[in-house]
C-alpha cells in the first residue's frame, strides 16, 4: 500500500502544473532620458501605465543618462517605447534599424511658436559681424551635445556663420541645462551661449544680449522599437486615444517638458519629422 502511494506521489509529482509551465511575459520598458530639476520617471510612469493596462502586459520604466544614451538603449532592444527630445529622435531615424514614429504631444499654436533657441552673447558683441571677428577669443557655452535648443540648433547657425563650435572659440562648456547656460554669461564665466528662448525671456538678465533667434523647433515624437511582442502601431491607435481614456498621461508628459505647453492629446507626428535631414 505504501509502495502503491510512493508511485502516485512521484507520478504527480514529473508533472508541472500548468501555472508553472506558462512564462510570463517580458515587461515592455517604457524609457526616457534624465534632466535636471524633473522627474523624468514619474513623467512618464502614467504613459507606461497605460500602455500596460490597455494591453493588460507587465511594463516598466527607466531613465538613461543623456538622450543619446536612450538612442543607444532603444537600438540595443534595453527600451521598446522611448520619451525622446528632438535631437535624439533624429538620431535613432538616422539609424539603420527599423523605428516605428508613434505620435506626439500636439502642443497650443502660441507656445509652439515660443519653443524657439537663442544665441545670447555679453554686451558688446550684439554689431553684425563682431561674433565671427572676435570668436577665437570668446567662451562658447551650449546647453549639451545632445540637446535640441541648447545644442544642435544653434550649432547649425554658428556653422552657417563659417564657426564650428570646437575650433572657432577659445573654450567651449556644457553647462547641463538651459538656465545654467545663460547664467554662465550672466555671470562673467561665458561669452556667449545657446539656450531655449523661453529661458532667456523670462529673465533677460542685464548686460545680456541676443545675438539670434531659430524658428520654433517641434518636439520629438515618441518612438517604438518593432517586435514580435511589441505591438507599435497599437500603441499609436491607443496614444490617440489616450486623451480620453487617461488624462494623466499628458499631464505628468507636461510636467516633465516645458515644450510640451498645455497639450492635452497626441497627434500624428508631421511628414516633415520623419527624415534626419535637420542634423546634416
Given at each position: 500500500?505504501?509502495?502503491a502511494?510512493l508511485?502516485?506521489?512521484?507520478?504527480?509529482?514529473?508533472?508541472a502544473p500548468?501555472?508553472?509551465?506558462?512564462?510570463?511575459?517580458?515587461?515592455w520598458?517604457?524609457?526616457?532620458?534624465?534632466?535636471?530639476q524633473?522627474?523624468?520617471a514619474?513623467a512618464?510612469q502614467?504613459?507606461?501605465?497605460?500602455?500596460?493596462?490597455?494591453?493588460r502586459?507587465p511594463?516598466?520604466?527607466r531613465?538613461?543618462?543623456?538622450?543619446?544614451a536612450?538612442?543607444?538603449?532603444?537600438?540595443?532592444?534595453?527600451a521598446?517605447?522611448?520619451?525622446?527630445?528632438?535631437?535624439?529622435?533624429?538620431?535613432?531615424?538616422?539609424?539603420s534599424?527599423?523605428?516605428?514614429?508613434?505620435p506626439v504631444?500636439q502642443?497650443?499654436?502660441?507656445?509652439?511658436?515660443?519653443?524657439?533657441?537663442?544665441l545670447?552673447?555679453?554686451a558688446g558683441l550684439?554689431?553684425?559681424?563682431?561674433l565671427?571677428?572676435?570668436?577665437?577669443?570668446?567662451r562658447?557655452?551650449?546647453v549639451?551635445?545632445?540637446s535640441?535648443?541648447?545644442?544642435?540648433?544653434?550649432v547649425?547657425?554658428?556653422?552657417?556663420?563659417?564657426?564650428?563650435?570646437?575650433?572657432?572659440?577659445a573654450?567651449?562648456a556644457y553647462a547641463g541645462?538651459?538656465?545654467a547656460?545663460l547664467?554662465?554669461?550672466?555671470?562673467?564665466?561665458?561669452?556667449?551661449?545657446?539656450?531655449?528662448?523661453?529661458?532667456?525671456d523670462?529673465?533677460?538678465?542685464?548686460g545680456?544680449?541676443?545675438?539670434?533667434?531659430?524658428?520654433?523647433?517641434?518636439?520629438?515624437?515618441?518612438?517604438?522599437?518593432?517586435a514580435a511582442d511589441?505591438?507599435?502601431?497599437?500603441?499609436a491607435?491607443?496614444l490617440?486615444?489616450?486623451h480620453?481614456e487617461?488624462?494623466?498621461v499628458?499631464?505628468?508628459?507636461?510636467a516633465?517638458?516645458?515644450?510640451?505647453?498645455?497639450?492635452?492629446?497626441?497627434?500624428?507626428?508631421?511628414?516633415?519629422l520623419?527624415?534626419?535631414?535637420?542634423?546634416d
Amino acid at each position: 500500500m505504501t509502495r502503491a502511494l510512493l508511485v502516485v506521489v512521484l507520478s504527480l509529482l514529473s508533472f508541472a502544473p500548468v501555472w508553472a509551465q506558462q512564462t510570463l511575459p517580458r515587461p515592455w520598458v517604457i524609457a526616457t532620458y534624465a534632466y535636471p530639476q524633473r522627474d523624468r520617471a514619474a513623467a512618464i510612469q502614467p504613459l507606461a501605465d497605460y500602455l500596460g493596462l490597455r494591453a493588460r502586459h507587465p511594463v516598466q520604466v527607466r531613465l538613461f543618462d543623456s538622450p543619446t544614451a536612450l538612442v543607444d538603449a532603444l537600438r540595443r532592444g534595453e527600451a521598446d517605447v522611448v520619451v525622446p527630445n528632438l535631437h535624439s529622435y533624429l538620431q535613432a531615424r538616422r539609424a539603420s534599424e527599423p523605428l516605428t514614429t508613434l505620435p506626439v504631444p500636439q502642443v497650443p499654436a502660441l507656445q509652439a511658436d515660443r519653443y524657439r533657441a537663442v544665441l545670447v552673447a555679453r554686451a558688446g558683441l550684439e554689431q553684425a559681424g563682431e561674433l565671427e571677428r572676435v570668436a577665437r577669443s570668446l567662451r562658447l557655452v551650449l546647453v549639451g551635445r545632445d540637446s535640441a535648443s541648447g545644442g544642435f540648433v544653434p550649432v547649425r547657425e554658428l556653422r552657417r556663420r563659417g564657426l564650428e563650435p570646437t575650433t572657432a572659440f577659445a573654450h567651449l562648456a556644457y553647462a547641463g541645462s538651459h538656465a545654467a547656460a545663460l547664467q554662465a554669461v550672466a555671470s562673467g564665466k561665458a561669452d556667449v551661449a545657446a539656450l531655449a528662448a523661453d529661458v532667456y525671456d523670462a529673465e533677460r538678465p542685464t548686460g545680456v544680449v541676443e545675438l539670434w533667434r531659430s524658428e520654433p523647433i517641434p518636439p520629438g515624437p515618441l518612438l517604438c522599437r518593432p517586435a514580435a511582442d511589441v505591438p507599435c502601431q497599437q500603441f499609436a491607435a491607443w496614444l490617440l486615444e489616450a486623451h480620453d481614456e487617461a488624462p494623466s498621461v499628458m499631464a505628468a508628459l507636461r510636467a516633465g517638458w516645458p515644450e510640451f505647453g498645455d497639450a492635452t492629446v497626441f497627434v500624428p507626428a508631421p511628414t516633415a519629422l520623419l527624415t534626419p535631414a535637420p542634423l546634416d
